[in-house]
């Protein structure tokens, strides 16, 4: 799915693809590279918080700047790292020990433990956070990543064939030849452009 109004597009097919795929934005704007708006886009649209929770943090920035800051450099952090790891799962290369830090810093923030609580019926079992920090909202994401590296030569991790294009997409297809991010996106472009190139060398052979 592309949405424009987001400024991104969540085409990877896993969370922790469509963390990786955030745009940075212009060197020039801020000290991140990624955007707090962006973060908190991604956040809302992946369901990992509600609207009314996405309004509340998009005010964080006024409210409580270095949590906001916080949060924003681990997420970057995280994004960066991401995007090592799956560019050298992708290509079957060895993934650098550095560059799955930031994966286990997330991973080490949501320690907890499972409880047993009354529902209006019956018993539920709740998960119980030691902390309850920001990273919290990282830890899907983080969940997401480890789940992927540890595929290891067998993963369907791939980046998109198209050079001009950066996005990664996991190979859901009955054939695992899937080469595009997205047809809509990538491929169709490129459908069009070889087109056009097998025609203009026929017309020139003709
Ligand atoms: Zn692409």
Not at 98 to 122: C, F, K, Y
Not at 158 to 165: F, G, I
Not at 180 to 194: D, F, I, P, T
Request: hydrophobic share 40%; with cysteine.
């Amino acid at each position: 799915m592309a949405n424009p109004s987001l400024g991104f597009s969540l085409v990877g097919g896993r969370l922790a693809i469509d963390f990786a795929n955030l745009p940075s934005l212009p060197a020039s704007t801020r000290a991140n590279s990624l955007g707090w708006e962006e973060l908190i886009g991604f956040l809302r649209a992946t369901r990992i918080v509600s609207s009314e929770r996405a309004e509340e943090l998009q005010g964080l920035t006024e409210s409580d700047p270095r949590s906001a800051y916080a949060l924003l450099n681990r997420a970057e952090r995280l994004r960066d790292s991401l995007r090592v790891s799956f560019d050298r799962l992708a290509k079957k290369q060895r993934i650098p020990h550095e560059s799955v830090q930031p994966i286990n810093e997330v991973l080490r923030v949501t320690e907890g433990h499972d409880e047993l609580v009354a529902t209006s019926r019956s018993w539920g079992i709740e998960y119980i956070a030691r902390e309850s920090s920001l990273d919290w909202l990282l830890a899907a994401v983080a969940r997401s990543a480890a789940e992927l590296i540890t595929e290891g030569e067998a993963t369907r991790v791939r980046l998109c064939a198209n050079p001009a294009c950066s996005l990664f997409f996991y190979d859901n297809s009955r054939t695992h030849r899937r080469r595009w991010c997205s047809m809509s996106l990538c491929g169709n472009r490129h459908k069009v452009a070889a087109f056009a190139r097998r025609h203009g060398l026929r017309k020139r052979g003709a």
